[in-house]
């Protein structure tokens, strides 16, 4: 095989991808890939030892976030810049070395290991990829850590660009990291780092969400245009706002319109955003229908984060990337130095010569109900559950992707009681947010709290409801759980749920590839996890 991956939901055949990724990305770039997180492995042993002899570990801490972030799901294919990564990691390694007093008796290979021609990294990818480790439950186990990891990290970078941190979130990372390089660790041994990285995903999102609502204030109720105006436009997608933020700033007056997509969407909720009069609205919606929406944006698309699919060449002039998105031939936005905006004039000057967007759809989407919003409205909802108004929460929370199977949601959606209210965040939202379900006394009954790592505003939610219920156990609330995934952030999301005690999650369209039938059983046993069937049964079983 050329490659192998099968972190994502749409793993090739439910297995995983051998020649190219279902994704979009190269065997070559999904090779490198492995190399760059074997690399960020290595700079988290040596920054592990360097934090115990004192030696300052923020340089490797940024590296390791942007590396793990880098080779997420849809986030980079540009080779070139891979393979720029890799060796600055090496120089990263060494600067740790050369600061220690004392040296460990055991160096793994990933600490020592380098190359220099990507023939070299071609041949060592293939000592180093995921099927390297032939216990098919130890392999299992690591790669739900890394996963896990992996999301802890997306997160642990939006907030590290606004100017949030928490070094006990960076040690974890380098914790669970060196641990996947251990040969003889067991599955007992890995089953306790899997539930703490739960613990940690809670952090890093807890951590986030103090970072925008303090940067930008607390979501609100909103009403988001959903049309177009004359101007000429910028589409920002992925997820980071802080560059939103700084692109608005810079637009501002230039008779160039901004627009969101997708995961962009829930900046519209953001107080401070709200001052911007050519913060038009949102455009299309989930990530995977980018080929058809940037098509008739006309103007030019910043990528701030991952959900990138490889753009067609009738645009992809006009995708620009930041951060830790990339792909060959595309314009990358470059990093801020001594934490100065970005200069975003290249992609504002391209805008000034296109066309303004074309008109897909019109009306308006609400959302904004974040846990500040949603509690401010606890009167509202506690009565509504005491009088039988409301019955039940759904949580449907989590990633949308472009498989059929996917219309399940929007099925289920549809076939709720209309006694039922959905708790949604992530764009797994886009299969069910513009249906016109109405309210219940007012309270919508799709209640949108924001991105996928604003699931934790789901989780404070469901928290306060138990305290006002004054229940013992979170299961006992009328709450039930239809989660969907895609990648890495929902698989942060899902540990963090069950750190938090959650059962009974079901969890689809499929259950991930990368879990073995023992360590499946483990998380059904234990938790409840279960997978989903129709719609129509699904509806019976879960609202009973």
Not at 146 to 158: F, L, N, P, R, S
Not at 162 to 184: E, P
């Amino acid at each position: 095989m050329d490659m192998f991956c099968y972190q994502c939901q749409e793993a090739a055949k439910g297995t995983g991808c051998t020649i190219k990724g279902v994704c979009g990305k190269t065997s070559d770039v999904a090779n490198l890939q492995d190399l760059l997180l074997y690399t960020a492995k290595g700079v988290a042993f040596w920054s592990e030892l360097g934090d115990a002899q004192g030696v300052d570990s923020a340089k490797a801490d940024k590296y390791i976030l942007d590396s793990l972030f880098i080779t997420i799901t849809n986030a980079n294919f540009d080779k070139e810049k891979i393979m720029a990564k890799i060796t600055v990691g090496y120089a990263i390694q060494d600067e740790i070395k050369g600061q220690l007093t004392s040296m460990p008796g055991r160096i793994p290979n990933c600490a020592t290991w380098r190359g220099k021609t990507e023939e070299e990294m071609d041949k060592k990818s293939a000592a180093i990829g995921i099927l390297s480790i032939e216990d098919e439950d130890i392999r299992s186990l690591k790669e739900l850590l890394t996963y896990g990891v992996k999301g802890i990290a997306a997160y642990g970078e939006h907030s590290w660009n606004l100017g949030y941190t928490d070094m006990s979130i960076y040690k974890f990372i380098k914790k669970a990291l060196v641990a996947t390089l251990k040969a003889d660790i067991t599955a007992d041994e890995l089953l306790p780092l899997v539930i703490e990285c739960g613990e940690y995903g809670v952090n890093v999102m807890a951590l986030l969400d103090k970072a925008n609502t303090e940067s930008f204030g607390h979501p609100e109720m909103s009403k988001v245009n959903l049309g177009v105006h004359n101007n000429p436009g910028i589409l920002v997608s992925g997820h980071d706002l802080r560059d939103l933020e700084e692109l608005l700033k810079q637009t501002e007056g230039s008779g160039i319109d901004i627009y969101t997509h997708s995961e962009m969407l829930p900046a519209h909720y953001y107080p401070a955003f709200k001052k911007y009069e050519h913060f038009i609205g949102n455009y299309g919606s989930s990530w995977w229908q980018q080929t058809e929406e940037f098509e008739k944006f006309n103007g030019p698309v910043l990528l701030t984060t991952n959900c990138l699919v490889p753009p067609k060449e009738s645009y992809k002039e006009r995708i620009y990337t930041t951060g830790a998105s990339g792909f060959d031939g595309c314009i990358h936005i470059a990093d801020r130095i001594n934490n100065q905006p970005k200069d975003f004039s290249v992609i504002i000057e391209h805008a000034r010569k296109c066309n303004a967007p074309t008109e897909i759809e019109t009306g308006e989407i609400v959302g904004g109900f974040a846990h500040n919003q949603v509690l401010q409205l606890a009167d509202k909802v506690v009565e509504a559950v005491k009088s039988g108004a409301i019955k039940k929460f759904v949580v449907m929370a989590g990633c949308d992707g472009r498989m059929n199977s996917r219309q399940y949601y929007t099925d289920f959606a549809n076939g709720i009681p209309e006694d039922t209210v959905i708790l949604t965040a992530g764009c797994a939202k886009y299969r069910y947010n513009k249906l016109q379900l109405g309210d219940i006394g007012g309270i919508p009954r799709i209640l949108d709290a924001g991105q996928c790592n604003d699931s934790y505003s789901l989780a404070v939610t469901a928290l306060k409801l138990k305290e006002v219920f004054e229940l013992d156990d979170i299961n006992d609330l009328p709450i039930v759980y239809n989660i969907a995934w895609y990648e890495q952030k929902a698989v942060i999301v899902l540990l963090a749920l069950l750190y938090l005690g959650v059962k009974n999650i079901h969890l689809g369209p499929t259950l991930p590839a990368f879990l073995s039938p023992n360590v499946a059983n483990i998380l059904i046993e234990k938790f409840g996890i279960g997978g989903i069937t129709t719609a129509e049964e699904d509806v019976k079983t879960m609202m009973a």
